[in-house]
């Protein structure tokens, strides 16, 4: 083999890694209502620099990387022409490097916490007096880890970026019904499209309320796994990408981006585990909230990182 060719093959493969991390960190965006590329030179179309943001806490290499990554997602109710948005979904992922495995955390919404200089109230609320850091801040206090990671998105930027992607099939297990939200979902097996997607992720008119739709959410991530991994979708990245750009907040730097292609390489969806922050309901004043368990929470993450996998099948 020539040295070109050998090039020509190595620059090939190099693509296909970038794509595939690019995929990869799609998946697990989307289930928030996130998402996020890199702001790669991928076929000639080279993003903005100041796509990179970041800060210091987030590192500035791939060597500088720990082998647990952790990302707070966050998807929010901002609408144009609307204030005070407030976090309508908030999930963390954690990815261990050296294992290749991802657990997706979600917490709802209606969680009772401590926000600093505001005494308790709902999580939600953080997000509405102090953006996402304040979120990152109160979020990571009550798990115990660092949270370099960040990115948000809201309903708008989804609606764009599932269409982009063609849409998710998804299977629509019971009838969804809010017109209100303009939400209005039949069961059964279906192509979702960007406005249908939306509808399916925020609908919370179960009997467990936020619990069943934080199941849910969980359902679509993995779905959108298998979606996006398809061949067929990844030549669709050169697409996603300016949409991306356009439509979401992130503070991830540049030069994660090969340390994350090689976590995608051979990234397999059954090794995501998924499950809600450990707690009960409470009703107190005549508010309802989501009481954490705070002997388990804690360790929560960890047992999703562990948990053994299954034999077969994509789902874990």
């Not at 990302?71 to 144009?80: A, E, I, K, Y």
């Not at 709902?122 to 990671?149: C, M, S």
Request: charge should be neutral; charged fraction near 25%; aromatic fraction near 8%.
């Amino acid at each position: 083999m020539s040295g070109r060719e050998r090039t020509r093959i190595e620059k090939a493969q190099a693509r296909l890694r970038v794509r595939r991390a690019i995929a990869l960190v799609l998946v697990f965006c989307f289930a928030m209502f996130g998402g996020w590329g890199l702001s790669f030179s991928l076929q000639g179309q080279d993003l903005p620099v100041d796509w990179q943001g970041g800060d210091a806490a987030a590192g500035n290499a791939a060597s500088d990387l720990p082998q647990r990554m952790n990302f707070l997602l966050v998807g929010s109710d901002r609408r144009p022409g609307e204030g005070g948005a407030r976090s309508d979904t908030i999930m963390v992922v954690s990815l261990d490097r050296e294992t290749g495995r991802a657990a997706v955390l979600s917490i709802p919404r209606d969680t009772r916490v401590s926000i600093p200089r505001h005494g308790r109230d709902k999580i939600n609320t953080a997000y509405a007096i102090g953006g996402i850091d304040l979120t990152r801040q109160v979020v990571g206090g009550l798990l115990d880890i660092d949270i370099p990671y960040y990115v948000e998105m809201d309903f708008k930027g989804f609606q764009r970026i599932i269409d982009t992607l063609g849409g998710v099939t998804m299977n629509v297990e019971h009838r969804m019904y809010y017109p209100e939200e303009g939400i209005d979902l039949r069961p059964g097996l279906q192509r979702l499209n960007g406005r249908n997607a939306l509808g399916f992720v925020r609908f919370r008119y179960y009997p467990l309320g936020d619990i069943d739709r934080a199941e849910q959410q969980q359902k679509f991530l993995v779905a959108l796994v298998e979606e996006t991994l398809q061949v067929k979708n990844l030549a669709k990245v050169p697409q996603l990408i300016p949409e991306l750009y356009k439509n979401l907040k992130t503070n991830i730097p540049v030069s994660q981006g090969l340390e994350l292609a090689r976590l995608a390489a051979g990234f397999d969806p059954s090794r995501i585990s998924t499950d809600t922050l450990p707690g009960d309901f409470l009703d107190l004043q005549g508010t309802s909230y989501w009481e954490v368990d705070a002997k388990r929470c804690k360790e929560t993450l960890d047992e999703l990182l562990t948990r053994p996998l299954p034999s077969s099948g994509p789902k874990p």
